[in-house]
């Protein structure tokens, strides 16, 4: 597929935040309060001052729940776009369409750290190597809660036509990057191996650090100066150290 990569046709990269509050294991989390504002806020205010982006859209549920969520984003002053609650693929789909996005940039609404400057490097990387997908995950090496993916929208299109198992469209990405014989994936990886700290929300653990980080840190900091943080007081780390990642089969 790299035939038709991004470098071939006007490069507008459109961040997809996906959100909703019917979570399975902390319901609710993505407006909870961080120091003053919500969750979703955070990830998106984060997600707009990426320098390679166009556009930021949230893509949220036809729930009634998630109505809170489309009310949020008007307070924010962001686009929202509803569809199937467990076919997140889809979602993501009708959102590029309807952003004309030709990348696509997949960010999660329970990463209230997610970096601009990790969002910058990953769209660069995706369009200098003109691959159909690029991401910071496929090699792990910066905590979880950084996670950046981009695609082209026609590997995105590839996929929503083709991926058939349930944890594949409700993780989006799953059926780009385990066909590498179909499409030319490219990974950004750090200098340093960061991957054992957790900085995603999944869990109140997990919510109780982001707070407490949050309480420390500035609203322009990045990535480096909550390493930088987390090393000098390992007690952070410590909060929630005993959570586990949800296996991608369980959804």
């Given amino acids: 597929m790299s035939d038709r990569g991004v470098a071939d046709r006007p490069p507008h ?62 307070r ?29 940039v997949r960010v999660t609404a329970d990463c209230p750290l997610i970096d601009p400057e990790l969002i910058d490097q990953v769209v660069m990387a995706l369009r200098t190597s003109r691959a159909d997908y690029a991401s910071n995950t496929q090699t792990r090496t910066f905590p979880r ?14 996929a929503w036509r083709e991926a058939q198992e349930p944890w594949q469209r409700a993780h989006v990405t799953p059926y780009i990057y385990q066909h590498p014989e179909i499409f030319h994936l490219q990974a ?28 420390r840190i500035s609203e322009n900091d990045g990535w480096h100066a909550v390493l930088a943080l987390v090393e000098r007081n390992p007690e952070l780390a410590a909060i929630n150290r005993h959570v586990t990642q949800k296996p991608l089969e369980e959804g």
């Fill in 13 to 74: 990269p459109v961040v997809i935040i996906q959100a909703r509050m019917n979570s399975s294991r902390l319901r609710g989390k993505v407006l909870a309060d961080i120091a003053g504002q919500t969750m979703l806020a955070r990830v998106v205010r984060r997600a707009t001052r990426a320098s390679t982006i166009d556009q930021t859209i949230v893509a949220t549920t036809n729930n009634p729940d998630d109505d809170l969520i489309a009310r949020e984003c008007e």
């Fill in 76 to 104: 924010l002053g962001v686009d929202c776009i509803r569809g199937a609650e467990e076919d997140v693929l889809d979602r993501y789909y009708q959102a590029a369409q309807a952003t004309h996005a030709a990348i696509v």
């Fill in 145 to 158: 809660g950084l996670d950046v993916e981009a695609f082209t929208r026609d590997a995105l299109e590839r």
């Fill in 188 to 215: 950004l990886a750090g200098t340093a191996d960061h991957s054992a700290l957790r900085w995603t929300v999944d869990t109140a653990a997990d919510l109780a650090l982001l707070r407490e980080i949050y309480r």
